[in-house]
């Protein structure tokens, strides 16, 4: 059986409301190392990766690998009824058919249990080989989901330019062009106010605003989001979900 | 999405 519970329960709502818009079903897999997730979205442009380590759990147990498909949209319906500071209990027999969300309230006053149906679901897995990139840049996320939000407003694409000591937005549209520049900043004081580059050669690449912006609704997760980029390679837009696990996006470039 | 590459042609299939 399958069995694993999350103190933080919140981190599975915004895991959720992250990644439903952008995929319609997926299977979420399971065994002894953790529950894990990837899938493509509709149209094949981007890839959705989510990991979250069994020691993230406050409990966890996995006797057999499993694999649960689920629609996201369904999933997402339960979710909601968890409150933000419920710990979140997920059960499934080996050959079950549901899965058992079980959340408790911190003064567990409050015990429910939804079950949800589960779903065949056809799905390709994609090797991500490991990569040495051009450059990566650390971002505060919320500040990255204020660039791309802007750019859309104005333009389709953004070309995304990192050299040594700052990293360019630009678009430009049927009104006009915009491009917004964030220059290095280690801020010692504000860690979470930092702007972190490493190069190894300068890199700029175009990708579709459309998907930045989906992407973006992981910043809850996460205080910072890092983009791996390299010449003619998808990039990686990551949320480091603190002492859990990842929530990986790979955007195809144009 | 004119011009758009698709995500399955960087990565191979498992």
């Known amino acids: 059986m399958f069995e694993a519970r999350l103190a933080q329960g919140a981190l599975l709502k915004k895991v959720v409301e992250a990644i439903k818009d952008l995929i319609e079903d997926a299977n979420f897999d399971c065994n002894n190392s953790g529950f894990s997730l990837q899938a493509m979205d509709s149209s094949h442009v981007s890839l959705v990766a989510l990991s979250l380590r069994a020691d993230g759990f406050e409990h966890y147990r996995c006797d057999r690998n499993i694999s649960m498909g689920m629609k996201l949209a369904n999933l997402s319906k339960i979710l909601k009824c968890a409150g933000n500071d419920d710990a979140i209990t997920m059960k499934s027999e080996d050959n079950g058919d549901t899965i058992t969300f079980m959340f408790e309230s911190p003064n567990q006053e409050r015990l429910s249990e939804f079950d949800l149906k589960l779903m065949d679901i056809d799905s390709e897995h994609l090797g991500i080989p490991e990569a040495e990139y051009d450059a990566t840049v650390k971002v505060p996320s919320s500040e990255f989901q204020r660039i791309v939000k802007d750019l859309a407003s104005i333009g389709d694409t953004v070309e995304i330019s990192v050299t040594k000591d700052a990293v360019k937005f630009s678009t430009s549209g049927d009104i006009g062009s915009a491009n917004i520049m964030c220059r290095q900043n280690k801020s010692v004081d504000k860690p979470e106010e930092s702007t972190e580059i490493d190069i190894n050669e300068p890199v700029a690449l175009t990708f579709a605003l459309r998907y930045l912006n989906s992407f973006a609704k992981a910043t809850p997760l996460s205080p910072h989001v890092v983009l791996k980029l390299s010449k003619d390679l998808p990039v990686v837009v990551e949320y480091h979900i603190p002492d859990v696990g990842r929530l990986g996006f790979y955007l195809a470039p144009k | ?14």
């Open chain 2, 1 to 14: 999405l004119a011009g758009q590459r698709s995500i399955a042609a960087f990565f191979s299939a498992k």
